[in-house]
């Protein structure tokens, strides 16, 4: 539907599928940023970006645009998943109504990419290593 109305004002496919891959990428890398800053406000701001490159582009992403049926709704959790588990690891080592609020917007939004039930069974299982990692650094410390 946004592709049908951005071609009847004027866009050529080229154009859509360009700023499609470009909004994808740019969202990906902050979504990264943003979650390295809310789990370590300490790491160096140049350390940040390349990592969050890193996490924008690699192999994964682009094969996403390569795949046979280009870009699958589905594909939209890679953005959210950064921020998600940011905002978890938050909730777990401090809860505040803000981080909570935050958590609920950003996994409501995410649920688009959760049409696939192995996505939304994989973030679950990867949340509860998450704990299990957390709550084993937290004992040996």
Known sequence: MIQ??????????????????????????????????IINENVPDNI???????????????????YPWWIAHHFIIYVFIPLLFAYFER???RCSVKDIACFIILFLISTMGFNNLAFFAALLFLQVLFIVILLAIKKFH
């Open 48 to 66: 940040r970006s390349l990592s969050s490159a890193i996490y924008a582009l690699n192999i994964f992403t682009f094969t996403i645009f390569t």
């Open 91 to 93: 909730l777990l080592s």
């Open 4 to 37: 049908d109305i951005l071609y009847n004002i004027g866009f050529s496919y080229a154009n859509i599928a360009n700023s499609i891959m470009f909004l994808f990428f740019i969202c990906s890398f902050y979504s990264f940023y943003f979650a390295v800053k």
